[in-house]
């Protein structure tokens, strides 16, 4: 079992930031790349960004290009998500998960039913 909590959310002003931040613990294996999704009220969760084990060239939503910065520290554990330039729609609970590498090199890195844990959330509020 793989724990995941997020933390860095609240309510910020639109063309704010925020940086979120998820901590791993638990059956870590060595190669399992991550990923950020989120879900607005009434909306389908819907992928944000993604990163290898290696951190080389993340996937983002097109959303998410020139505003979010994905990051990931190998050594302890964690994942970041740096936002930017925040918009209302930006509004949402986010969440981070895991998945095999598999999963990420074959492009399903942005699938929901890839990822293998998740974290309960984060909420984040824009304000206009």
């Known amino acids: 079992q793989v724990q995941l909590v997020e933390s860095g959310g609240g309510l910020v002003q639109a063309g704010g930031s925020l940086r979120l931040s998820c901590a791993a613990s638990g059956r870590i294996f060595i190669g399992y790349c991550m990923a950020w999704f989120r879900q607005a009220p009434g909306k389908e969760r819907e992928f944000v960004s993604a990163i290898s084990w290696m951190g080389v060239t993340p996937y983002y939503a097109d959303f998410a290009k020139g505003r979010f910065t994905v990051s990931r520290n190998n050594a302890e554990n964690t994942l970041s998500l740096q936002m930017s330039s925040l918009k209302p729609e930006d509004t949402a609970v986010y969440y981070c998960?895991?998945?095999?590498?598999?999963?990420?090199?074959?492009?399903?890195?942005?699938?929901?039913?890839?990822?293998?844990?998740w974290g309960s959330g984060t909420l984040v509020t824009v304000s206009s």
């Open positions: 998960a895991t998945m095999g590498a598999d999963q990420y090199y074959s492009g399903r890195y942005n699938h929901t039913d890839a990822m293998d844990y």
